[in-house]
Each structure stands twice: as structure tokens, then as C-alpha cells.
């Protein structure tokens, strides 16, 4: 079972339904039911939003999902549910999650925001490259709705990138933590792609 994080901060049906189709067995969980927690194969946090609404959600449960976590459980974070992975954010003022060092940066002011609509990975490390992204290529593009982005403390922790304005981290991978900045579940073949690598990450 997969867990989606029900937390009032996402698309959570069209998650719900891309996960069935890659044969994920999604379950919708409340903040309040950490024993569903405990018994899942991987966890998902989407997210569309304000960075500090869906801290403020989270945190009631912060503690426990690292203990989860630290376990070896999976995680995947989507679009703000990525951002909440990280330190801290200039949207906001709450202490994200602290999965993975660094802090959530706004994209210039060159550039129209929110970036919205399809672009495609360059990835960092080819010679490390990320489970997540088996069978994707550089040529693949996604659908990013987005006007922060994700600064990692080390650069490693990033396995692709885009480009929008300024380069910036659109998939992160540190131990059983994932990010994507972009939407799987709006970015068709492709995305349902990502979504079913997750669940081969999860079945392990």
C-alpha cells in the first residue's frame, strides 16, 4: 500500500487515480492516522499551495513520519510536497521538514511567474542516476506549476534539473527520499512512467 497524504494541500484524486493505473494501491491517510502510516509500502506528499500552509498541516505529524522515514520507508514529495523536504523557504516562515539540507528560493524576477506549462530534465549525475528516473531521457518533457524552486545544500542531492530563468533542481534524491518538482500526475506517459518507478522503488 501506498500511502497519499490527505493534508488539504493537493490534486490528491489525480494521484490517486495515476497511482491506480501503474498498479500502486494508493490509499488516501489522513494526517491523524499514523498507523496507516506505519503500515505503508511508500508514502506520497503532494502539494499545490503556499509553503507555509502545508508546514503548518504537516507539522502535528512531523516527528513521527521521520521515524517512519528513518525506517527505510520511501517518500516521495510532489511539486510543494518537494519544497516541504527541504530546511526553509522565502515563501514563508515555518521549519519544513529537514529531509534534505537546503532552502526553497524564488525564481527571478526576469521571468514570468509561476513557470507554467512543459519542460524537460537535463540530468546532474549520469553515473549515478536516480531510481526514480529509470527510463527517462533528456528528451522528456513534464508540466511544472511552480514560482519557487529548490536549492539542495549539495549539489549531488539534485539528479535532474530544468531551466527557467535560472537553472534549478527539478528531481532530488537523497537515501529513500524523492522529490519532484514537476507534476507526474499532469504529465502523461511520462509522469505515470515516474509514478510507476516509484511503486517498483516501494515493492522492493
Given at each position: 500500500?501506498?500511502?497519499?497524504?490527505?493534508?488539504?494541500?493537493?490534486?490528491?484524486?489525480?494521484i490517486?487515480?495515476?497511482?491506480?493505473?501503474?498498479?500502486?494501491e494508493?490509499?488516501?491517510?489522513?494526517?491523524?492516522?499514523?498507523?496507516?502510516?506505519?503500515?505503508?509500502?511508500?508514502?506520497?506528499?503532494?502539494?499545490?499551495?503556499?509553503?507555509?500552509?502545508?508546514?503548518?498541516?504537516?507539522?502535528?505529524?512531523?516527528?513521527?513520519?521521520?521515524?517512519?522515514?528513518?525506517?527505510?520507508?520511501?517518500?516521495?514529495?510532489?511539486?510543494?510536497?518537494?519544497?516541504?523536504?527541504?530546511?526553509?523557504?522565502?515563501?514563508?516562515?515555518?521549519?519544513?521538514?529537514?529531509?534534505?539540507?537546503?532552502?526553497?528560493?524564488?525564481?527571478?524576477?526576469?521571468?514570468?511567474?509561476?513557470?507554467?506549462?512543459?519542460?524537460?530534465?537535463h540530468?546532474?549525475?549520469?553515473?549515478?542516476?536516480?531510481?526514480?528516473?529509470?527510463?527517462?531521457?533528456?528528451?522528456?518533457?513534464?508540466?511544472?506549476?511552480?514560482?519557487?524552486?529548490?536549492?539542495?545544500?549539495?549539489?549531488?542531492?539534485?539528479?535532474?534539473?530544468?531551466?527557467?530563468?535560472v537553472?534549478?533542481?527539478?528531481?532530488?534524491?537523497?537515501?529513500?527520499?524523492?522529490?519532484?518538482?514537476?507534476?507526474?500526475?499532469?504529465?502523461?506517459?511520462?509522469?505515470l512512467?515516474?509514478?510507476?518507478?516509484?511503486?517498483?522503488i516501494?515493492?522492493?
Amino acid at each position: 500500500m501506498i500511502a497519499i497524504m490527505n493534508y488539504g494541500m493537493g490534486n490528491l484524486f489525480s494521484i490517486y487515480n495515476s497511482m491506480k493505473k501503474v498498479n500502486g494501491e494508493p490509499e488516501l491517510v489522513s494526517v491523524g492516522e499514523i498507523n496507516m502510516l506505519r503500515q505503508a509500502d511508500g508514502i506520497i506528499i503532494p502539494g499545490v499551495g503556499a509553503y507555509d500552509d502545508g508546514m503548518r498541516r504537516l507539522k502535528p505529524i512531523a516527528d513521527e513520519l521521520r521515524e517512519i522515514l528513518s525506517g527505510g520507508v520511501p517518500l516521495l514529495g510532489i511539486c510543494i510536497g518537494m519544497q516541504l523536504l527541504f530546511e526553509e523557504s522565502e515563501e514563508g516562515n515555518e521549519r519544513g521538514l529537514s529531509l534534505i539540507p537546503g532552502r526553497v528560493v524564488r525564481l527571478p524576477e526576469t521571468v514570468r511567474v509561476p513557470h507554467m506549462g512543459w519542460n524537460n530534465l537535463h540530468f546532474s549525475y549520469s553515473e549515478i542516476l536516480s531510481e526514480i528516473l529509470e527510463g527517462i531521457s533528456e528528451h522528456d518533457y513534464f508540466y511544472f506549476v511552480h514560482s519557487y524552486y529548490c536549492a539542495p545544500r549539495d549539489e549531488r542531492h539534485i539528479v535532474a534539473f530544468s531551466e527557467y530563468g535560472v537553472r534549478f533542481a527539478a528531481v532530488v534524491n537523497i537515501d529513500n527520499i524523492y522529490g519532484v518538482q514537476f507534476h507526474p500526475e499532469k504529465s502523461s506517459k511520462k509522469g505515470l512512467h515516474i509514478l510507476k518507478n516509484f511503486v517498483h522503488i516501494c515493492k522492493r
